[in-house]
């Protein structure tokens, strides 16, 4: 009998689950039709740290895009606990659970890793010591506002942990027409004021070289899978795709996986 009532609870469960995230693709799709969204999800839905706090009346840590499309993927603290909650683009429905690939079914929990040694840092600019034990790596658009609010993050980090420096490898997005051009401009210089400028909407010089390497960087993007920005890589490999503020960060950081 006891056999029974947990089949049936599994039954219930996944018709409920099922049929929000049916009604979340659909929604997803009739606002690409109705407002003819580009390719990227965050050309035409936006949210900001505020409005998730609003929401979810608690203190917000980072958002990204999440591994289903039409949702957000919000972390944050709430009466002292950490939590992981996805938010759809309507803004309607908060779904507090895990999404495991069916691939990932059976095995032990574990994170996503790229390689730093495959991602070459010879055209990065730095914020930081170079001779600084702890490289992390930030995949960045010049008019990402996300990346602005990180970039500003990582200048606190910098001002506490002498031990860390953070390598700019410039991405930039098909949804930021502006930005390729932009990129080769601040590569050019090699400039991190030139993209803090770019970053408060302030207008840059023509491009003064030919900058190959940020085509090599779209490429490199799209071979480790990494498809928005701001991307951070860790020195260990670990990754986090989107903002997240400093003292999160510093956590991830130092937490032993």
Do not use: H, T
């Given at each position: 009998m006891k056999r029974i009532l947990n089949f049936i609870a599994?039954?219930?469960l996944s018709i409920v689950y099922l049929t929000l995230f049916s009604y979340v693709a659909d929604a997803f799709q009739t606002n690409e039709q109705i407002q003819g969204c580009g390719k990227e999800c965050t050309d035409c839905h936006k949210i900001t740290l505020e409005e998730a706090k609003n929401i979810l009346k608690a203190e917000v840590k980072s958002i990204g895009m999440s591994p289903v499309?039409?949702?957000?993927?919000?972390?944050?603290?709430?009466?002292g606990n950490d939590f992981t909650a996805y938010l759809d683009f309507a803004k309607k429905y908060v779904v507090l659970a895990r999404?495991?690939?069916?691939?990932d079914i059976g095995k032990p929990a574990s994170q996503r890793r790229i390689d730093p040694s495959q991602i070459p840092l010879e055209d990065a600019l730095v914020i930081?010591?170079?001779?600084?034990?702890?490289k992390i790596i930030i995949f960045d658009d010049p008019d990402?506002?996300?990346c602005r609010e990180l970039h500003k993050e990582a200048k606190k980090i910098i001002e506490k942990r002498k031990d860390i420096a953070f390598y700019i490898k410039l991405y930039p997005l098909q949804s930021h027409p502006k930005a390729y051009e932009k990129s080769?401009?601040?590569?050019?210089?090699?400039?991190v004021k030139m993209l803090e400028d770019a970053?408060?909407?302030k207008e840059l010089p023509k491009p003064g070289c030919e900058a190959k390497e940020i085509d090599e960087n779209i490429k490199l993007a799209k071979t480790l899978g990494i498809d928005g920005t701001p991307f951070i890589i860790l020195p260990d490999g670990r990754v986090i795709p989107g903002y997240v503020d400093?003292?999160?960060l510093l956590n991830i950081l130092e937490a032993k996986q």
């Open positions: 599994i039954v219930f499309k039409g949702l957000w993927e919000i972390r944050g603290i709430q009466e999404f495991i690939p069916i691939s930081g010591s170079p001779n600084a034990p702890l990402c506002p996300y080769k401009a601040i590569l050019c210089k090699k400039s970053f408060e909407g400093a003292d999160a």
